[in-house]
């Protein structure tokens, strides 16, 4: 059984500048749980349109009941695909993320799509959808209620993410002349973020079971 | 659990020698990005190179850590699911 899950969100950017923060909102004071984030492929097809891939690499938090279907040898990380096609003309940038692995306790596939707004000037619309679901026979649906949970907590913290590298390429796009790239986020506002990562980093590696979270 | 990661990464890459590789390249597109393609210039890719050299470290890493990567088709799951 799949869980479906829909919703629009405002952007307060253009979509040239929600675009171009796609690509740089790693890593941020958000994504702790994000270990790695690389490009694996790349192509602009002939009709001028962007096909990337991305692989991610995630810390896999679960609550302690879910520890069982985790024997201590089994890797805690989740690798992540995130596919996208940015179609410059149409001003629309669509993305697919799914999980690779641990498809067996949960499989999360989300699909983005960000176009101009039409309601509102120098606004965004994000359009999310998900589908959640789980193969654990008779333990899917707390399985997917919490898989549910946990997706829109992770939403949130993507959106604030995306909200943040928005807010200082826009920052740095008003304080600077002459020269100087807006479109780059600056090393020391990622410097930050880096070392709030690592810290995480740290924690993850010391801990036995991970702690148990809140899932309401 | 031990992560083997430099402690004084920023950038996080699952090949943990490809840090700086992946910094000139994503610079690199990020410029190309917003002066170029977006503003629809169909011009030479100046970051081939510095891609070519990314990718044969990060494809390296891909292989020795065994990340099922391979062979997964582009937006694959995307096919069954209705327009959005």
Request: hydrophobic share 35%.
């Amino acid at each position: 059984m799949v869980k479906y899950f829909c919703n629009n969100t405002d952007i307060r950017s253009t979509w040239d500048y929600v675009v171009s923060a796609f690509w740089q909102r790693y890593p941020n004071p958000f994504s702790t749980h994000v270990l790695t984030e690389d490009v694996v492929y790349r192509e602009v097809t002939s009709n001028n349109r962007l096909l990337s891939r991305r692989l991610l690499t995630k810390t896999n938090r679960l609550p302690r009941w879910a520890d069982r279907f985790f024997p201590s040898g089994i890797s805690r990380c989740v690798y992540i695909i995130e596919d996208s096609i940015v179609n410059p003309v149409d001003r629309k940038l669509t993305t697919y993320t799914w999980n690779l692995n641990h498809t067996t306790l949960m499989s999360v596939e989300e699909r983005c799509v960000f176009q101009d707004s039409t309601d509102e000037p120098d606004t965004t619309l994000l359009k999310r959808e998900a589908w959640i679901s789980s193969g654990i026979f008779g333990f899917s649906r707390p399985i997917q209620e919490f898989g549910l949970s946990r997706y829109k907590s992770n939403q949130v913290k993507a959106m604030k993410g995306l909200e943040y590298a928005l807010s200082n390429l826009r920052g740095i796009s008003l304080a600077v002349a002459g020269d100087t790239a807006p479109w780059l986020l600056s090393d020391t506002v990622k410097d930050a973020s880096g070392k709030a990562k690592e810290a995480a980093k740290n924690l993850a590696s010391a801990a036995a079971p991970p702690k148990t979270q809140q899932f309401i | 659990m031990f992560y083997p990661y430099n402690t004084l990464q920023i950038w996080d890459t699952v090949g943990e020698a490809c840090t700086e590789l992946k910094r000139e390249y994503d610079q690199c597109f990020n410029r190309w990005f917003a002066e170029k393609f977006l503003k629809g210039d169909r011009g030479e890719d100046p970051c081939s190179e510095t891609f070519r050299k990314y990718q044969s470290c990060v494809q390296k890493a891909i292989k020795e850590k065994d990340i099922p990567v391979d062979g997964v088709e582009f937006m694959g799951p995307n096919k069954d699911k209705p327009e959005s």
